[in-house]
């Protein structure tokens, strides 16, 4: 499906914007492992969302969709079931990743994952790799690509220093070390912590030790059984993104979105135009913050001038799914902004490096690719065309927010992949013209 997104006028009003997809994911998960059911209010109705309902009920857990809230009966932590046929992912890459963690200690169980073209070019070694040290097998097409089988086997515990940081490995191992004595995992710098959160909410023996400025090393020890009873989604501030980069790019515009998550570990972004100069007004949570509760507030965005920055290595995994939007921002900004030690931007839904590069050049943008990044020189704006989002969501959003902003719009190709995470984002946008 394609989408018409013409240059907009102010953007004005409230808006309260889709779910948080991470937290929904592991929401989803945790509950399916939960000895008794758990109640979750605002869970994300989105494609990858419905993704991890279809797991787990294929692994044994009912799922209650009620108007007030959805219910998850959970399978508890040792008693997954057999799916009758291969567990399908979709193009959910952190089910993809997470899910393994809990069918790795499932003795004698035996589970192929799959999921559409997309997912089969993504790569599972870095989640196989410390499976495969803590007792259980995996085996992969070429040895590293989707469709996968997860053979479980009783676990050991390890200390595992992630080679490149990543919250979705993390929580994989983190999962996974529930029903060993100890596993501890050790990140090279701060990656998001919700599944930190929720296990510890849940009643899991897991400490945290370390600093914002140079990671954390997570400990989680044998756990009888987990207990959410009930759990709140707020906003999610990768979908607020999209919103703010409009707010801040349409002269005039001035717009107040509702319950939206400040983790500090999500809030990358959020800092990064700040720096910019960027107006994003909201109680965000300061670094280093803890605990069992995902933080939620009201973030007040206005237009205004920008500049250029530099966005470097160890600010990459707080703001890693909103780095285009850094590049759309840096065509409007004065100067230059670059960013780097972005490799990982290369194995998401797409080559997000190549993609956004590409996307943005045909819009009229000075924008070059670099091995780990990219680097923009601000011209004012863009003049807009067309944008093929390659089935990549985010780069569907990145070219409706580029046409609100440009000279002449831009057309979306295969804009139905924005439905993966903020499904009504088009009517959303209506509402504050």
Not at 213 to 227: A, F, I, K, Q
Not at 229 to 234: A, R, S, V, Y
Not at 247 to 276: A, P, Q, Y
């Amino acid at each position: 499906m394609n989408a018409r997104f013409d240059p907009s006028g102010p953007l004005r009003g409230r808006l309260r914007v889709p779910a948080d997809k991470s937290i929904s994911h592991r929401a989803g998960i945790i509950a399916a492992m939960a000895s008794e059911p758990v109640a979750i209010r605002n869970y994300l109705q989105a494609a990858d969302t419905r993704s991890t309902l279809h797991a787990v009920r294929e692994l044994g857990a009912i799922v209650e969709e009620r108007d007030e809230a959805l219910v998850i009966r959970g399978c508890g932590l040792r008693n997954a079931q057999l799916p009758a046929s291969r567990i399908d992912v979709g193009n959910a890459g952190t089910l993809m990743r997470l899910l393994p963690g809990w069918l790795a200690f499932q003795q004698g169980g035996v589970f192929k994952l799959d999921g559409d073209d997309s997912i089969r070019a993504r790569p599972i070694d870095r989640i196989a790799g410390p499976l495969e040290l803590m007792g259980a097998r995996i085996e992969a097409r070429a040895g590293r690509f989707p469709p996968f089988t997860v053979y479980g086997a009783p676990l050991v515990g390890i200390d595992y220093r992630l080679p490149v940081a990543s919250a979705q490995v993390k929580s994989c191992v983190l999962l996974a070390g529930l029903l060993t004595e100890r596993t501890a995992v050790t990140e090279p710098i701060p990656t998001r912590d919700h599944t930190e959160r929720m296990l510890l909410r849940a009643g899991a023996p897991l400490e945290r030790e370390g600093d914002p400025d140079g990671g954390y090393t997570t400990v989680v020890s044998n756990t009888d059984e987990l207990e959410l009873n009930e759990l709140e989604i707020p906003g999610d501030p990768s979908s607020a993104a999209f919103l703010i980069a409009a707010g801040v790019l349409v002269e005039g515009s001035r717009l107040v979105l509702e319950d939206v998550g400040v983790n500090w570990t999500r809030t990358g972004f959020i800092r990064i135009l700040e720096r910019m100069g960027g107006i994003v007004l909201g109680e965000l949570e300061p670094p280093g913050a803890f605990g069992t509760l995902e933080p939620a507030c009201d973030l007040d965005v206005s237009e205004g001038p920008i500049e250029g920055t530099t966005v470097e290595p160890h600010e990459v995994p707080l703001a890693i799914d909103e780095l285009p939007l850094v590049a759309l921002l840096g065509c409007f900004a004065e100067g230059e902004t670059v960013v780097r030690g972005a490799g990982e931007l290369r194995v998401k839904e797409s080559d997000r490096i190549a993609t956004v590069v590409e996307g943005l050049r045909g819009l009229g943008a000075e924008i070059e690719a670099t091995p780990d990044g990219f680097a923009v020189t601000g011209s004012g704006g863009l003049r807009g065309g067309r944008l093929d989002a390659q089935g990549d969501h985010r780069l569907a959003l990145l070219g409706a927010v580029a046409g609100l902003a440009s000279e002449e719009g831009v057309e979306v190709v295969g804009m139905d992949a924005a439905s993966v995470s903020y499904p009504g984002f088009a009517e959303d946008v209506a509402k504050l013209r």
